[in-house]
């Protein structure tokens, strides 16, 4: 049986909510997760659900998230309660200052969490020790956006886990693991397991580049560094407008820095793929042979597709006394990681201005990164599908 919990702020347990027509909770690798609670209007709930609060759901499967209320929706017979995941509370803060990392996903993150504004009751979990690294360099950006771009670029996860009896929160980094190679945690879904229902895939190539120019004006000077490759049809460019602090850096620190930034950038544009589809606990399990995060192998005979997917989010469903599992796999939509973001009238502004272009080219310090079809649908079947019935 599940049960909604509910928690004041200061994780103070404010009473139980066992009955209810729906529970939608919807949790992301990548980014917050998200709730929505329908439950019966009674003057408990409405004193319980009101915005700030903390929901949780509770049930067999092990709890490691909890929501903030945001939205509220209320009538004479239901209350709607909405919100996100606590790592939300990320999106409060902000980097304050500039900085320039070289370090691995996990030390950048717990750094940017021991130096932001404090958050209530908020501290550092266990370090891990994962591998994945990037450079970059940031000044006074948004701490969530910025744990958004470093988790799509190293394939990092990232929450903030509640203990409630202890009243504390744990900012912890977190990698799913590869359940799509030949061993005894392998997971398959497939016609031949009967575990694909209502499944449909996406093909996107709208924001895929193969060519970063990172660009900068230095001095009253346009420099311009390019990274990637590509030729014919298959060159696809972009303008990476960085935003490298130059003080007392040489002319090979700069140029590094704004190509790690371009670097880091068109890591991101990549083909986006993504494979939904609604399953059952048989003969997998979900959260004991497999959860979010974790890379699972796909194949779907009748559309001649295999491919080893990451599991990105998983809806759960909550009606009728039943759960319902909706999977989505890879990325749902083309992902733009633009670690500047300046807006096009100072980009403009900066054209006007300097008529001197250095344009320096850096040859071999780029490479192409596509997601395939492993088996390989045809390019015709790949348009079909992406007009058709898998749009």
Known sequence: MTEVRVYSPELELQGIIDEFSSLIWIRRYFEPGEFELHCPYSE?????LIAENIVQRFNDLRTLEAGVIESITMDADEIVAKGRFMESYLERRLIRGTYTYGDTAENIMR???SSMSQIPMLTLGDLKGYTSALSFQISYKNVLSTFKKIAKSTGTGYRIRPDLSERVLYFEVYEGKDRSQDNADKVIFS???DNL??????YNTT??????YAAQTINQTLMVYPTGSGEGLGLREVKITTSVDTKDMSAAQIQAAMMEDAQASLANKTIAESFSFSTTDEPFTYRHNY????IVLIKHNAWNYSNSLRVTEVEEDYERGGMDTVL????????????????????????????????????????MRQSHLKTGLSRFLQRAYFKGACR
């Open 44 to 48: 408990s709930n409405r004193q319980m």
């Open 111 to 113: 750094s940017i969490v």
């Open 191 to 193: 016609e031949k397991y």
């Open 197 to 202: 229902q209502n499944e449909q895939w996406k």
């Open 207 to 212: 924001d895929y580049k193969t060519m970063a």
């Open 291 to 294: 959860d979010v995060g974790d």
């Open 328 to 367: 989505t796999c890879g990325t749902t939509a083309p992902i733009t990681v633009d670690w500047t973001a300046e807006s096009e009238e100072k980009q403009c502004q900066y054209m006007q201005m300097n008529t001197d272009i250095s344009l320096i080219h850096q040859e071999g310090t780029g490479h």
